[in-house]
């Protein structure tokens, strides 16, 4: 696995269709893709391979259909976004799969625009998820208005650096320099560590990225 590889997001593709799976491949070269053909499997695969971003085909094997599946996966992976795909669906139930605490995050048609598959993709990796957490964690601290105690504040700090780390060693091929990371995040050595132990344990970065993620961090200063 090369620098490159080991920084990329990986996307999980629930898709029976091997023509659209090519078209995926040449879209999504940028990511790690693990490809199943029924929600059945896909559910069975999200616990070994982590995915941060799910695409969901209405249209499955087996006669399963894709919209029956999503509020399943949302169950086991609430934190993953959902992008569906279907030329099936007609706009009463895209609304219900877009509605409520276990929906997808977006529905594109077939046939799927590439360009604007990569586009969402793109939005959904940056801007849910992770991403989507903090904010609406950061919204609640000022809509209350009240002093945050210390351990939530914390949490909050360490959630949105984390994902700010995310977005910043993915887009690299070097190893995580953890001095520049500290000082551009004005927080200790150690806390980076710490994070990116959190990350890789996570899923959110593979090992290869930092292979003494397992060490004890508590020497550092």
Known sequence: MTATEENMASILIVEDDPKQLRLYGKALRGYRLTCVA???????????TRPDLIILDNILDAGEKG???????????????????SGTL??????????????????LEKPVDLD????????????????ETVAALQSLERAEKLAVSEPDRRFTERLSRQHEMIKCLRS????PNISNLARDFDVSRKTIIRDLQDLIQRGQLPEEIYPEWNQDAAGEE
Request: charged share 25%.
């Open 38 to 48: 029924t929600g059945s499997a896909a559910l069975k695969t999200i616990a070994e």
């Open 172 to 175: 690299t091929k070097e190893r």
């Open 67 to 85: 919209v029956e599946f999503l509020p399943k996966l949302k169950a086991v992976a609430a934190h993953v976004p959902i992008i569906m795909i």
């Open 90 to 107: 007609q706009i009463r139930e895209k609304l219900t799969a877009l509605q409520g605490p276990r929906s997808a995050h977006y529905i």
């Open 116 to 131: 604007e598959l990569d586009r969402t993709v793109e939005i959904a990796l940056t801007e849910c998820g992770l991403g």
